[in-house]
């Protein structure tokens, strides 16, 4: 593991959001879900695709807060321009469970 300071953790925007829509796309290469994820006046509602189908289904999604990387460049998944990557953590299987904040804030507020 290579070590980092403390600007260059500065210099990566992850915010919470709150998943406002979410759907199947089943024209991605490995099962996942668009998600419309609204994170608060400043920024908006931002797109993402996500690999998450094992654990989630795209109507248990909406209305959950999640954590996401909001400064990274967009990028073209199949049909899709992501504009932020949601954040989770593998299980004992390797498959991703979402990292949200485990009470109430204020949509838009940034990780410290």
């Given at each position: ?8 953790f ?37 797109r ?55 009470q ?9």
């Amino acid at each position: 593991m290579s070590e980092i300071d403390m600007e260059d953790f500065q210099k990566v925007d992850v915010r919470v959001g709150r998943v406002t829509r979410a759907e199947p796309f089943p024209e991605a290469r490995k099962p996942a879900i668009k998600l419309w994820v609204d994170f608060g006046a400043e920024l908006g509602e931002k797109r993402s695709s996500a690999q998450i189908t094992r654990h989630y289904r795209p109507d248990d999604l909406v209305g959950r807060e999640v954590m996401a990387v909001v400064n990274f460049p967009p990028r073209q998944i199949g049909k899709v321009l992501s504009e932020v990557l949601v954040l989770g953590v593998p299980d004992e299987d390797g498959e991703v469970v979402l990292v949200r904040p485990d009470q109430d804030v204020p949509l838009g507020g940034r990780l410290y």
